[in-house]
C-alpha cells in the first residue's frame, strides 16, 4: 500500500531531507511551510520530487509485488507543496504585507499542485507569545486573523484548497467571525491514483 504523509515540515531538515526522501517509506509527502523564510526551501523540495503525472494505466510493469515494503521504497517520491503563512509565525513575519502577499501569489500561481497552507488562528499561542512582544495577546491574534483572511482569500481567488492548522477552533471558525461568501468557491484538487 503506497503511504502519503499528508502534513510534514521537511523543509526544517533540508540536507537530511534531500537525502532520506528516497529511502522513507511514504510515496508523497505534503510538505506544509510555515513563513516566507522557508518558501524557496519547500519550493525546493517540490522541484527535487515533483508529482507524477496521473497515469492512464492500472498495470504495473515492475517485478516487485505491489503493496509490498520494497515496492514503496522504490516507487517515485513525491513532494506536493503547501505555501502559506502558519499562525505561529504571523507576528513574526518581517515582510511587508503588500511584499509576502505579492511573492505568496506567485509561488501558487507557478505551482499547480500547491495549496495554501499551513494557514489557520492560534489564540493559545497569541496568549504564550504576547507577553514576550510586549503586546496585548489580542494585538497578535489580530496579526493572524489579517494573514489568515488574506490567505484564505487569496485561495479562494486562486482557485487553491487551504491547509489548515488543526486547532479545536476550527470546527467554530465560522462563528468566529463572518466568512465571505466569495471564500467558499475554492476547488478540491485533482485526485491521483
Sequence with gaps: MALFDSHCHLQFRMAE???????MRPQ????????????????TLYNAFPPSA??????????????????TRTKKKEVYPAFGIHPWWAHK???????????????????????CG????DKITAKREAPGQGQEWTALYDVQRTM????????????KVPHFQP????????????IPRD???????????
Excluded: N
Design 167 to 178: 486547532l479545536p477552533y476550527h470546527p467554530r471558525l465560522p462563528t468566529c467571525w463572518p
Design 54 to 71: 496521473p497515469s492512464s494505466s492500472s498495470g504495473s510493469s515492475s517485478a516487485v509485488p505491489p503493496g509490498s515494503a520494497d515496492a
Design 93 to 115: 513575519v518581517l515582510e511587508p504585507y503588500d511584499e509576502w502577499l505579492a511573492r505568496l501569489t506567485d509561488l501558487l500561481s507557478s505551482t499547480p499542485e500547491a495549496v
Design 148 to 159: 489568515f483572511v488574506a490567505q484564505l482569500r487569496l485561495a479562494a481567488k486562486l482557485g
Design 118 to 121: 499551513e494557514i489557520g488562528l
Design 17 to 23: 531531507s534531500l537525502r532520506m526522501i528516497p529511502s
Design 183 to 193: 471564500l467558499t468557491s475554492a476547488r478540491r484538487p485533482p485526485l491521483r491514483s
Design 28 to 43: 508523497c509527502f505534503g510538505v506544509a511551510s510555515t513563513q516566507p523564510a522557508d518558501w524557496d526551501k519547500v519550493q
